[in-house]
């Protein structure tokens, strides 16, 4: 079964520093990757998804994220932060097996990112 | 289109006392999913349906939860008897897709405070 691992459950970073939130995942097949983002009192949104085609994937708001796969990574990064970033992030993990389909996705227990004036 | 609608946004009971959660998924939308988020497990997949058909309840965490999709335009969670480990914010979802993809478009939630 697949599975992700978000290190770290509360990350803060000053307004216009670099933000990083890791993920690490385990498959035993080609995974799809996913980074939601989740505002207050709100439900969860697709910031961007990694499906094995380029490994640096844009998404949403500035951010973007890598697929390592010799790291089992798929961390989630910008250049540049806004008060507006703040938010909980969620990573999650999907596989597409070839005869049925692909599995649930499956997702981490979350970072809430708070952004320092 | 209104997207998710999820009701009630809170819900405070007390143990023992049943409870139930209700969810209107986008139009048109043949899959619906119920989760649940809380800070020790994150996100779990509790069960989602097609075409109002149940088709994986195995993240039900027990007996006393049940769903139910009586038409495609409406969904309920519903816990009996209640106890406070089932504190939690519900997640109604649903995907014109399926059954696991990212298109999924999710309710605000309903925050359910056991005593």
């Known amino acids: 079964a697949q599975s992700v691992t978000q290190l770290g459950s509360h990350v803060s970073v000053s307004e216009g520093a670099l933000v990083l939130l890791r993920c690490n995942y385990s498959s035993s097949v080609p995974p799809y990757l996913f980074w939601y983002v989740q505002y207050p009192n709100q439900g969860l949104q697709l910031l961007l998804k990694?499906?094995?085609?380029?490994?640096l994937v844009k998404g949403i708001n500035g951010f973007e994220a890598e697929f390592k796969k010799s790291e089992t990574s798929f961390h989630l990064t910008k250049p540049s932060a806004h008060m507006s970033d703040a938010a909980e992030y969620f990573c999650a993990v999907s596989v597409k097996y070839r005869n049925f389909g692909n599995e649930k996705l499956t997702f981490g227990t979350g970072t809430r990112l708070t952004i320092i004036p | 289109d209104a997207g998710v609608i999820q009701s009630p946004r809170h819900e405070v009971t007390e143990m023992g006392q049943e409870v139930t959660l209700r969810c209107k998924p986008i139009s048109g939308h043949d899959y619906l999913f119920w989760y649940r988020q809380t800070m020790m497990r994150g996100l779990e997949l509790l069960i989602y349906?097609?075409?109002?058909?149940?088709?994986?309840d195995s993240g039900m965490p027990e007996d006393r939860f049940s769903a139910k999709m009586p038409n495609a335009s409406f969904s309920t969670l519903k816990i009996q008897p209640s106890e406070p480990r089932d504190s939690a914010v519900y997640f109604c979802a649903s995907s014109p897709q399926g059954p696991f993809n990212e298109k999924l478009f999710f309710g605000s939630g309903t925050q359910l405070s056991v005593l």
């Open positions: 990694y499906t094995s085609a380029a490994t």
């Open positions: 349906f097609n075409n109002n058909v149940p088709i994986d």
